[in-house]
């Protein structure tokens, strides 16, 4: 089945800690995008990349990291400089930017 | 810069109901347009897309939706709400190369 995996579902860490949210997709899309959602905020972009070895801030980029050195891989790294972390965090992909999007379902990452 | 306004944060209609839910865009150009759907603790479904052509578009699950420049507006209509219609809603913009942009969602109701 073609489409977009996000792991874990759920992922809890202690504060100050770093953590990777996983990123797979097998559409053979160029873009790829990670989102953050909070209750009442819609999504905000965090970064996106238009092709491999090549992503861009988005909105809210400060305290998080991405790397893309496969097509089919964009990781998203929490850092603890993100002070606010608990969140909804959403990976998508397209054929190219702006392009309808394919979402996956999501990682709810629970900092304590 | 693009933006997304969705007016109604909340919306109850009652089971038969027709429902139609509110989007406001700021974009120079003429934007691309989308609608999603999301359900609790899900990614993000495509329900139908605007990119040119002709301005009512024909979704899945039995929803459609309008393009009118004149009033910058991307309204989601679907003649008769069925209670699996419960969700939050997001309308989002793009241009040609831009990520896409999303409003703050409208949460739908369905009453019996």
């Known amino acids: 089945d073609g489409g977009i995996t996000q792991s874990p579902k759920y992922l809890f860490r202690k504060e100050g800690q770093n953590v990777t949210l996983s990123c797979e997709q097998n559409?053979?899309?160029?873009?790829m995008y990670w989102y953050r959602q909070d209750p009442g905020q819609g999504l905000r972009l965090i970064y996106y990349s238009q092709i491999v070895n090549d992503f861009q801030k988005g909105d809210i980029a400060e305290g998080y990291s991405v790397s893309r050195e496969k097509k089919e891989s964009f990781p998203l790294t929490v850092t603890s400089a993100q002070k606010n972390p608990t969140a909804f965090y959403l990976c998508?992909?397209?054929?190219?930017?702006?392009?309808?999007?394919?979402f996956g379902q999501g990682t709810r990452l629970t900092v304590v | 810069a693009q933006s997304v306004t969705q007016p109604d944060i909340h919306i109850t209609v009652s089971e038969g109901a027709s429902l139609e839910l509110r989007c406001n865009y700021s974009?120079?150009?003429?934007?691309?347009l989308f609608w999603y759907v999301q359900s609790p603790g899900q990614g993000l479904q495509l329900l139908l897309k605007y990119f040119s052509g002709d301005t009512l578009v024909q979704g899945i699950k039995g929803f459609e939706a309008e393009f009118k420049r004149s009033q910058s507006s991307f309204n989601l209509r679907k003649p008769s709400v069925h209670w699996s219609d419960a969700a939050e809603y997001f309308c989002a913009v793009a241009s040609g190369n831009t990520p896409l942009v999303f409003g703050k969602g409208t949460r739908l109701s369905v009453i019996a």
């Open positions: 559409l053979n899309h160029d873009a």
């Open positions: 998508a992909s397209s054929s190219a930017v702006g392009t309808e999007a394919f």
């Open positions: 974009y120079g150009a003429t934007p691309y």
